[in-house]
Nanobody, 114 residues
């Protein structure tokens, strides 16, 4: 059974940094495209960043230059380094494994105070 467990969320002041982690189990992680999504209160979930099995990355325009997605296949983990955080980055961040069936983690709260 595929499981994704996020960690690293918390409360940070504007301008600060956080690094989120998503540990995957029950899947051949190295061949999976992974992604980070977020959902703010009252808003639809949106994609933040994705990374392919080969390491190609894509970012939402709102986070380009501030966030970096990476993966460590040896650790079955995908990361999201978030710098220069803004209050509008406040949301629940979830990781996703793309595939014939998509799998989601439970999410981790990120709160950025002004």
């Amino acid at each position: 059974q595929v499981q994704l467990v996020e960690s690293g969320g918390g409360l940070v002041q504007a301008g600060g940094s956080l690094r989120l982690s998503c540990l995957a189990s029950g899947t051949i992680f190295s061949i999976a495209t992974m992604g980070w999504y977020r959902q703010a209160p009252g808003k639809q979930r949106e994609v933040v960043a994705t990374i392919s099995s080969g390491g190609s990355t894509n970012y939402a325009d709102s986070v380009k230059g501030r966030f970096t997605i990476t993966r460590d296949n040896a650790k079955n983990t995908v990361y999201l380094q978030m710098n220069s955080l803004k209050p509008e980055d406040t949301a629940v961040y979830s990781c996703k494994r793309f595939g014939a069936r998509d799998y989601w983690g439970q999410g981790t709260q990120v709160t950025v105070s002004s």
